[in-house]
């Protein structure tokens, strides 16, 4: 009866840590179709709008929906409100309830990837948090950004392991041998934070992943020495205009 009752309580066990991690998973892509979801609404009314703007509070993890901006104009410049919460005349005015909940949900679990989009604007003296939008091609942004520096980018290379996303490798064409040409990736810190970001959501959407992520060669190589897995992806990127 003991070893009866050990077996089934392993198997529940290792049942419930299965169910914990897919809800974790659920609930990240969650969190970034909520936030999708928003961006539509507010660029159906508002084409240029770039960032929502909110006052957070740390101590509560609570928000106040300060308004819409778009983008900087020039080095120089601030980012210009588009709309501001006061301005109840302004078509978003008939969003901001909504706005502010869909946000809020967003950002409610402390891991979730919507984290990832919102910065302090360091030009401002308040409590002012930017939500940058995301854009409404996730792939078609990453072959802009790796192209940018690798115009011969046919596909990259991307391991989901390194804090949700993290390009690996850039493919270039194909080698002399009939192999895909690999390179290390070259590009600024900031290019590297914003694709980690993108990659990252394209593992967390199931509907994206699916769409642009395949599996890498069996023979492939890790270039920092890590083992393989199934979170080793390889994205043929998009054309681009």
Same mark, same amino acid.
């Given at each position: 009866?003991?070893?009866?009752?050990?077996?089934?309580?392993?198997?529940?066990?290792?049942?419930?840590?299965?169910?914990?991690?897919?809800?974790?998973?659920?609930?990240?892509?969650?969190?970034?179709?909520?936030?999708?979801? +928003?961006?539509?609404? #507010? %660029?159906?009314?508002? $084409?240029? *709008?770039?960032? =929502?703007? &909110?006052?957070?509070?740390?101590?509560?993890?609570?928000?106040?929906?300060?308004?819409?901006?778009?983008?900087?104009?020039?080095?120089?410049?601030?980012?210009?409100?588009?709309?501001?919460?006061?301005?109840?005349?302004?078509?978003?005015?008939?969003?901001?309830?909504?706005?502010?909940?869909?946000?809020?949900?967003?950002?409610?679990?402390?891991?979730?990837?919507?984290?990832?989009?919102?910065?302090?604007?360091?030009?401002?003296?308040?409590?002012?948090?930017?939500?940058?939008?995301?854009?409404?091609?996730?792939?078609?942004? +990453?072959?802009?950004? #790796? %192209?940018?520096?690798? $115009?011969? *980018?046919?596909? =990259?290379? &991307?391991?989901?392991?390194?804090?949700?996303?993290?390009?690996?490798?850039?493919?270039?064409?194909?080698?002399?041998?009939?192999?895909?040409?690999?390179?290390?990736?070259?590009?600024?810190?900031?290019?590297?934070?914003?694709?980690?970001?993108?990659?990252?959501?394209?593992?967390?959407?199931?509907?994206?992943?699916?769409?642009?992520?395949?599996?890498?060669?069996?023979?492939?190589?890790?270039?920092?020495?890590?083992?393989?897995?199934?979170?080793?992806?390889?994205?043929?990127?998009?054309?681009?205009?």
């Amino acid at each position: 009866m003991t070893s009866a009752v050990s077996i089934q309580l392993a198997v529940l066990a290792q049942r419930r840590q299965e169910l914990d991690a897919e809800r974790h998973r659920i609930q990240k892509a969650y969190c970034l179709a909520v936030l999708d979801h +928003i961006t539509a609404k #507010v %660029r159906q009314v508002c $084409p240029e *709008a770039v960032y =929502i703007g &909110v006052a957070y509070y740390g101590k509560t993890r609570e928000l106040d929906l300060l308004g819409v901006l778009g983008e900087q104009t020039s080095p120089l410049s601030g980012l210009p409100w588009l709309w501001e919460t006061s301005d109840e005349e302004h078509p978003l005015a008939e969003l901001a309830a909504e706005v502010e909940v869909d946000v809020q949900t967003a950002l409610e679990p402390y891991d979730s990837p919507a984290w990832a989009t919102v910065r302090r604007d360091s030009a401002s003296d308040g409590n002012l948090w930017l939500v940058e939008l995301p854009p409404p091609d996730r792939a078609v942004r +990453i072959a802009e950004l #790796v %192209r940018g520096h690798h $115009p011969q *980018a046919i596909a =990259i290379v &991307v391991d989901g392991r390194s804090g949700g996303g993290r390009v690996i490798e850039v493919i270039e064409g194909v080698a002399e041998d009939g192999t895909d040409s690999h390179v290390r990736s070259r590009w600024p810190r900031e290019c590297d934070d914003n694709l980690t970001r993108l990659v990252a959501q394209i593992f967390a959407i199931p509907a994206l992943a699916d769409r642009h992520l395949v599996p890498a060669d069996g023979r492939y190589s890790h270039p920092y020495g890590s083992t393989t897995s199934d979170l080793v992806r390889l994205m043929p990127l998009p054309p681009t205009a």
